[in-house]
């Protein structure tokens, strides 16, 4: 039977160093450059490989492969994430989702042809333990607890008392799910989760598009106050909301401060 491959990447050269690949393998490839694309075309015609960037314009990479692996038809079909981050928090959401493997931009041919070796039987199985270095990733498939929410939690309680003019804080992994959080009673804790991870991912293509490096925060003013989106790491994405009456100066201080609080914890 013939094999196929399917890459859902928005990067031409990216995109190209693939698809060379898989064809000198004797891949038939076909491209999508969106999330959507992706799910239309599996759903047409289903591949026997998808390499999928976590990084999409329209949704989540993480999005989309809970998605293929949640539905019965298309739960059997490896999924590679490829991303340019390398931290194991990464690796280990990658896995939470259903991921089968995970490749690191930029992407070396002797680790493509490693994993099209993996996945060249008919015959796949989910793979768990992707990651090179496992000793994280198995902590926490073995303690799902042993980031200790608890005491994140008390970490945000009290950034939010003894911090003067904030209003809430959430922290939220890379795919967009709540970690932990001390919000407003309005707020719905899982669409605030998602909401952040969009921007932050949002704020750092801007920055890349635009030539001015890697982002320190993203800054949404409103009438009411602000909301200020930080990076814990590349793993964990924090967001505090201030009102009007917050002195930016202070504040951005302050959450500096709360950052290097929490990344012993997070990474």
């Known amino acids: 039977m013939e094999k196929t491959a399917l890459i859902v990447e928005d990067s031409i050269t990216d995109r190209e160093i693939i698809k060379t690949c898989l064809e000198a393998e004797g891949f038939l490839v076909s ?3 969106s999330a959507e694309d992706a799910l239309e075309k599996i759903e047409t015609n289903q591949p026997s490989l998808v390499f999928l960037d976590i990084v999409l314009p329209d949704r989540s990479g993480f999005e989309i492969c809970r998605i293929l692996k949640e539905n019965q038809a298309t739960t059997e079909i490896p999924v590679i994430l490829c991303s340019t981050k390398n931290s194991e928090m990464d690796k280990y959401w990658g ?6 493997d995970y490749l690191t931009k930029p992407i070396l041919k002797e680790d493509l042809i490693r994993i099209v070796e993996r996945y060249r ?5 989910i793979d768990t333990n992707f990651t090179e270095n496992t000793n994280f990733t198995d902590r926490l498939v073995e303690n799902p607890d042993m980031i200790e929410v608890s005491y994140l939690n008390d970490k945000l309680q009290d950034f939010i008392v003894n911090t003067s003019q904030i209003e ?5 992994s890379p795919d967009g799910l ?6 407003p009673d309005q707020l719905d804790e899982e669409r605030t989760a998602a909401m952040s991870a969009a921007m932050l991912s949002l704020g750092e293509r801007i920055a890349f598009d635009l030539a001015r490096g890697a982002i320190e925060r993203v800054l949404v003013e409103g009438e009411k106050g602000y909301s200020i989106l930080v990076g814990c790491g590349e793993d964990v994405v924090l967001l505090i909301l201030a009102n009007k009456e917050a002195k930016q100066g202070i504040i951005f201080l302050a ?3 709360l950052v290097e609080d929490l990344m012993p914890m997070l990474n």
């Open 178 to 183: 709540p970690i932990t959080a001390v919000l």
């Open 31 to 33: 491209i999508a450059e």
């Open 168 to 172: 809430g804080a959430i922290l939220v």
């Open 121 to 125: 039987s008919s015959e796949t199985t």
């Open 255 to 257: 959450i500096k401060r």
């Open 95 to 100: 896995m939470k989702q259903g991921a089968n």
